[in-house]
């Protein structure tokens, strides 16, 4: 009997299968193939600027917010710069269902058709969502560092943050994407009296457009 190779033999084995029993083995082997190109890709690390603490970047993940009994859950993108913040908050989808932008001069919140402004994001919030967000500080704890002023902190052996209590906030750093000292966080839990979010966060961006 002649000796055939690998894919000789899937060859053989096709001819004997009904149309049927064909797409449904090509499609195996398609998810197979995917599977495995999956397997062998590596994560491209994350570099952070220099002077991390005033760079502009752009976060994508997921977010999740406990309140008052009631738990939601969308997707995120936010944009920081130096002067503005625009966060917006997806659906399944990925389409948005809120857009929270703040300037120097004031915030806005568009929801659906409706739109809501006032003069700091954060009373803004409060008005429309019934809890806030502390953007002021939270621009630093995603990066790993405190905000400025009073705060206690625990760290780890290799000096990173693991747990920070500022400004009425417990932040808890549960897992970093990397296993260096000048590794970004990945996964957080902010919680401040009866408000908890968790923040998984996926992709950063540095100096967006």
Avoid at 62 to 68: F, L, N, T, Y
């Amino acid at each position: 009997m002649q000796d055939l190779t690998p894919l000789r033999m899937i060859n053989v084995l096709m001819q004997d299968l009904t149309p049927l029993r064909m797409n449904a083995l090509r499609i195996l082997t398609l998810f197979l193939l995917l599977l495995l190109l999956g397997g062998c890709a590596h994560q491209v690390p994350v570099v952070r600027p220099v002077q991390v603490e005033s760079a502009a970047f752009a976060m994508n993940g997921r977010i999740s917010v406990k309140h008052q009994g009631k738990r939601d859950t969308a997707g995120l993108r936010w944009v920081h710069q130096a002067q503005t913040d625009e966060i917006l908050l997806l659906n399944p989808l990925g389409q948005t269902a809120a857009r929270i932008y703040r300037d120097g001069n004031q915030a806005v919140l568009d929801n659906g058709d409706k739109h809501y402004s006032d003069t700091d994001v954060e009373s803004l919030m409060m008005q429309v969502l019934g809890w806030r967000l502390q953007l002021d500080g939270l621009h630093r704890w995603v990066l790993g560092m405190p905000a400025e002023g009073d705060s206690l902190a625990e760290r780890d052996e290799l000096g990173r943050l693991t747990v920070l209590r500022q400004e009425g906030w417990e932040v808890r750093y549960l897992r970093y994407a990397e296993t260096d000292v000048h590794s970004l966080p990945q996964r957080m839990e902010l919680t401040r009296q009866d408000l908890q979010l968790q923040l998984l966060i996926d992709e950063w961006e540095w100096n967006p457009k």
